[in-house]
């Protein structure tokens, strides 16, 4: 329990004592291993730190009304966080005292700017090691030197859109309180006061990091391209080390530097430094750039992104097209801006957060408005006779050709016009909040008859005897009633009530995946891969009570899974990594599935990389064969982005030396002796 006032109202002893009553006991733990010499100790002390500045920033002090609890423990937090801040401190220390700092920053805990001022200029003391490079590379890596370099930048990023948002949230208040401009003139000086000096330096240094991180994040088959010196902040020998930081950290940098270039016009301080790995410097570049950066990692297969990360690259977007120039930049073809409103489309009905679908209309409105400026412009000025202001973007005028509208007149075509993919966008926001025509009770009581006809039509569906649907199919084919069947089950499980109903809507899903699990039992033939497809889909959207709550449930489900990995048809175990990966995404449901089928999904590629003859079977791969290969190395990449820092490391070792023996080596032997799917695998 986080709230103190709650928690004194309980009687003390026996079960009843919360974390909240030893709230001091908490801080000088973490004071204590923060500061000590241990550094695997101090790590620990200031992860504890800002797990308690996470939990406790907004708990209310009850014997101060208006005031926070953590506002007494201000002189301990900052004295715990400097000598994290000297010359002769591990790169790895630093780095996470940064990531202390902008949560305490921007907790709100500390209101008087003296008190926030000691914080900040810990940070400011920071920005020394970017500027004259002050890190001391011969005790520690270069890849603890890039550490430290983004976790400075990303802290800074942090603190810069909260000091925004707050400027942003004084200003308001100031407007609403015109008759108080007394109190509103004593206390002119503001967070974004202490960060404007250094927004020049710190712009440049953003740049360069998001270039960075795209050419990091570029296909292997794109590595020529790296410049062969390294980037910005990391040495070409440890660029495959600072892939990780770089990934962790570009979200924040990203919204940080959109929020500035955005009060801009997209121009940079005049004083910035053109960097010699990226040259080109133009405004164009850099908008593609962010754009492209953003979009990637909305669309993203390989990886799946949080919400959290999500959130920054739309409030990035959203951000840019505040700009003048960047909404006609955007307009310059109706094709980009009709790809992004794709992509929030598909944002909209695969992420169930109310922020983030909140947060892809305020980005489709900007869309909008950019257009209606983009019209505006073409009807007003004579741009086919070249009659164009010099002085309207501040890029040498306005581009000569823009967006100018008219759409409809044929018809408005799928995927070729912005009005469509508007639409489309719309009315898929407006779907997902009609409300349900049952109540909560309501629901229930027909859940448990909707649900008995949804397995009967899988259970028919997948029957391979004379009584099936359709005769002679083959196995793991769904037909358009078991798909219908999928797809009516994914929108029932994935959305679960809100209220005191949820206990027994658990168990009736429960039930329900039970039920499924036990059609493998039935005497008749029957094609499990479409058994097991159907389950990974309920398990897949459905609240993890649902998947792990029933012990008998998982151990069914990771033996299905099991023998649709040795099944003799390539497709199968294809499409059955292919739907665990969707299940290995989840974190919340992942952990039984990830150590009991972990070997499992690595005998599949066990002939390919650890036989006798693994060259010989490299060599002569059939097409099937080369896809179920290729999956299951997506199978454990998935695994890879959700394990933890030491086991993503082992598997990571794993998946290299599997790769690795996939490789055909010998150069004597002729290319001709090996078959296209075998070259496949080689490239």
Not at 18 to 42: I, K, W
Not at 174 to 184: K, S, T, V, W
Request: include cysteine; glycine fraction near 4%.
């Amino acid at each position: 329990m986080f709230c103190s006032y709650t928690a004194r109202l309980f009687p003390h002893g026996g079960r009843a004592d919360y974390l909240v009553l030893h709230l001091s006991d908490l801080v000088r733990m973490s004071f204590m291993g923060a500061t000590s010499d241990n550094t695997e100790l101090r790590l620990a002390g200031l992860k504890s730190l800002q797990e308690v500045i996470t939990r406790f920033s907004t708990v209310p002090e009850p014997e101060f009304p208006g005031h926070v609890i953590l506002e007494q423990f201000q002189a301990q937090v900052g004295a715990a966080l400097r000598p994290a801040f000297t010359e002769d401190t591990p790169s790895d220390v630093t780095a996470a005292a940064c990531q202390v700092c902008s949560t305490w920053i921007g907790s709100g805990v500390a209101r008087d700017l003296n008190d926030l001022r000691r914080v900040h200029q810990l940070l400011v003391s920071s920005l020394r090691k970017l500027k004259h490079g002050s890190i001391n590379t011969q005790l520690y890596s270069e890849s603890a030197a890039t550490l430290e370099k983004l976790s400075i930048l990303k802290a800074w990023a942090e603190v810069y859109v909260t000091a925004v948002a707050q400027e942003a949230k004084f200003n308001g208040n100031r407007n609403n309180n015109d008759e108080d401009d007394n109190i509103f003139a004593s206390s002119t000086e503001t967070l974004l006061s202490l960060v404007r000096p250094e927004l020049d330096s710190l712009v440049s240094y953003w740049l360069a990091a998001l270039r960075d991180s795209a050419l990091l994040s570029l296909p292997a088959q794109f590595s020529k391209q790296l410049p062969p010196s390294g980037g910005a902040f990391y040495k070409a020998e440890s660029a495959e080390a600072c892939r990780e930081y770089y990934r962790a950290s570009w979200p924040p940098i990203l919204l940080a530097l959109a929020v500035w270039l955005s009060k801009s016009n997209f121009e940079l301080p005049l004083n910035v430094e053109v960097s010699e790995t990226w040259p080109d410097n133009e405004p164009e570049s850099r908008f593609h750039l962010m754009i492209g950066i953003a979009v990637e990692a909305l669309c993203s297969r390989t990886t799946y992104a949080d919400d959290n990360t999500i959130q920054s690259c739309v409030r990035a977007i959203h951000a840019l097209l505040q700009c003048e120039w960047c909404q006609l930049q955007l307009m310059l073809d109706v094709k980009l801006p009709i790809e992004l409103c794709n992509v929030l489309h598909r944002l909209i009905l695969t992420r169930d957060s109310l922020t983030s679908q909140h947060l892809c209309v305020n980005c489709a409105l900007a869309i909008l408005n950019a257009a209606r400026s983009s019209i505006h412009i073409s009807n007003t000025i004579d741009m086919k006779n070249g009659n164009i202001p010099n002085a309207t973007t501040g890029y040498g005028g306005l581009p000569k050709t823009l967006y100018a509208g008219g759409e409809g007149d044929n018809g408005i075509a799928k995927g070729t016009t912005l009005t469509f993919a508007l639409m489309e966008l719309c009315l898929c926001v407006m779907v997902r909040q009609v409300p349900l025509l049952c109540s909560s009770e309501g629901r229930l009581i027909i859940l448990p008859g909707i649900l008995y006809l949804i397995i009967g039509f899988i259970r028919e569906s997948s029957r391979l005897d004379e009584n099936s649907v359709l005769p002679d199919l083959p196995v793991g084919h769904l037909t358009t009633v078991a798909t219908a069947s999928l797809q009516a089950l994914r929108n029932l499980a994935s959305s679960p009530p809100t209220d005191s109903t949820l206990s027994k809507w658990i168990t009736i899903m429960q039930c329900a995946l039970f039920s499924l699990l036990q059609l493998c039992d039935g005497e008749y033939r029957k094609d499990e891969c479409v058994l097991m497809l159907s389950c990974v889909v309920l398990a897949s959207v459905a609240p993890s009570q649902v998947v792990l709550g029933h012990r008998e449930s998982v151990y069914r489900f990771v033996r299905l899974i099991r023998s649709q990995l040795q099944s003799e048809h390539a497709h199968v175990v294809s499409k059955t990594l292919q739907a665990l990966s969707s299940l290995l995404a989840r974190r919340d449901v992942n952990a039984p599935f990830i150590s009991s089928l972990g070997q499992d999904v690595f005998s599949v590629i066990r002939p390919f990389v650890t036989s006798n003859n693994h060259m010989e079977n490299v060599k002569n791969i059939t097409e099937e064969k080369l896809q179920v290969l290729q999956d299951a190395l997506k199978t454990l990449e998935v695994t890879v982005t959700v394990a933890d820092g030491k086991r993503s490391l082992g598997i990571s070792s794993i998946i290299e030396k599997a790769i690795g023996k996939c490789v055909i080596v010998p150069i004597e032997s002729p290319s001709a002796s090996a078959t296209c799917e075998g070259k496949s695998s080689h490239c």
